[in-house]
């Protein structure tokens, strides 16, 4: 099956820890994303990678970190410096270039207790 | 800086009617313009892709326009049913960039 596959679907994490969120996609796309969803804020970009071992900082990048060492992953870091990580969080990924279509998966909740 | 616009927000009909979801952006400078539909807990899924040389484009019940000159995009759907109830989001790939930016969504719901 192609497609995109975000674990875990949900997770709790005990203030000032860090969690990492996993993004895996087999579509061999070059460009991938992370955005944060919030009630009645939309989505916000977090994150975004273009190619291996290269990604720029979005939008509200603050208290997150990322890599790319391979084509198919883009973990997601959400350290203690992230003062409300509670969200919904999405990951999506892209041929790149700008004229192709985005595909998303199914998403990872997470949850400060 | 671009920025997305959907209105409504919230739409409620009864099954069988035609709709029209709107959708503009500030900057034309775009690459294409894509409707997504995010079911509650649930990630996106992509509905229809529209290039920036592109008028509209359909699939089934759905159809997308696009007026980059004005900034403004329209999905229609025809003949609603009650499993067409979701949010749907449109978004624009950034000119110059690998960006999407999106709208905060218009909430459909259909009436049986």
């Known amino acids: 099956d192609g497609g995109i596959t975000q674990s875990p679907k949900y997770l709790f994490r005990k203030e000032g820890q860090n969690v990492t969120l996993s993004c895996e996609q087999n579509l061999n796309h070059d460009a991938m994303y992370w955005y944060r969803q919030d009630p009645g804020q939309g989505l916000r970009l977090i994150y975004y990678?273009?190619?291996?071992?290269?990604?720029q900082k979005g939008d509200i990048a603050e208290g997150y970190s990322v890599s790319r060492e391979k084509k198919e992953s883009f973990p997601l870091t959400v350290t203690s410096a992230q003062k409300n990580p509670t969200a919904f969080y999405l990951c999506?990924?892209?041929?790149?270039?700008?004229?192709?279509?985005?595909?998303f998966g199914q998403g990872t909740r997470l949850t400060v207790v | 800086k671009q920025e997305v616009t959907q209105i409504p927000a919230a739409l409620s009909v009864p099954e069988g009617e035609n709709l029209v979801l709107n959708c503009s952006f500030t900057?034309?400078?775009?690459?294409?313009l894509q409707w997504f539909r995010q079911d509650p807990g649930k990630g996106l899924t992509s509905l229809l892709l529209?290039?920036?040389?592109?008028r509209e484009q359909t699939s089934g019940r759905l159809n997308a326009s696009l007026d980059k000159s004005s900034g403004r995009s329209t999905l229609y759907i025809a003949a609603s049913q009650p499993g067409d109830s979701a949010t749907y989001l449109c978004?624009?790939?950034?000119?110059?960039?690998?960006?999407?930016?999106f709208g905060k969504g218009t909430k459909l719901t259909v009436n049986p």
């Open positions: 990678s273009q190619i291996v071992n290269d990604f």
């Open positions: 999506a990924s892209s041929m790149g270039q700008g004229t192709t279509e985005a595909f």
């Open positions: 978004a624009v790939y950034q000119g110059g960039s690998e960006k999407l930016v």
């Open positions: 900057d034309s400078a775009i690459y294409n």
């Open positions: 529209i290039q920036s040389s592109q």
